[in-house]
């Protein structure tokens, strides 16, 4: 390969590490054409599963302060890099090496944080942002007890929530300018009284 299509490589590489809020390494030796085509398939739109060169790779990551990649790039190497729910992204290569148990999960790296194959696993053990922003409209309609047993989940789980609910509030939330009236016809209440003893003491002097 010349030494410009290289450079392109790399850059390319690099790009999708800085673009992606996770990237997850595999290995995929014994694995046909149609089954990692299969495997692409089962990512969808919001994963780019690309099959990489360790050399360009190790280089890549370290211009992307991605340095978790370097001692687990050995052997054929395919990298998942993840734009959508890293959730659902890591279910579907669960799911997928459980039934073609060639595809092995070494690693990742999620918001630049590193993690082992047994975290991507946990990973994908958890729900999707999806079904918790359901379950977020349903407890802000549901009675206390309910919402306090939804945030009741393990802190992983909670932390996902919680940013679904920031999500959430700047859509749904009424301005703060909304309550000023009502403070006002506080005041106006409070000031009538004053007025009218005003005027009676007015009245009386006059007499």
Known sequence: MARPDKAADVAELTENFRSSGAAVLTEYRGLTVAQLRQLRTTLGDDV?????????????????????????LEGPSAIAFIKGDPVVAAKGLRDFAKANPLLVIKGGVLDGKALGSDEITKLADLESREVLLSKLAGAMKAAPQQAVSLFAAPLAQAARLFAA???????????????????????????????????????????
């Open 165 to 207: 609910l920031q999500d959430k509030l700047p859509a749904d939330a009424a301005p703060v300018a909304d309550e000023a009236p009502a403070a006002e016809t506080v005041q106006d209440a409070v000031d009538a009284p004053a007025e009218e003893t005003s005027t009676e003491e007015t009245a009386s002097a006059d007499s």
């Open 48 to 72: 780019h599963y690309a099959v990489v060169k360790n050399t360009l790779t190790k280089i890549a990551a370290k211009d992307a302060g991605v340095e978790s990649f370097d001692s687990l």
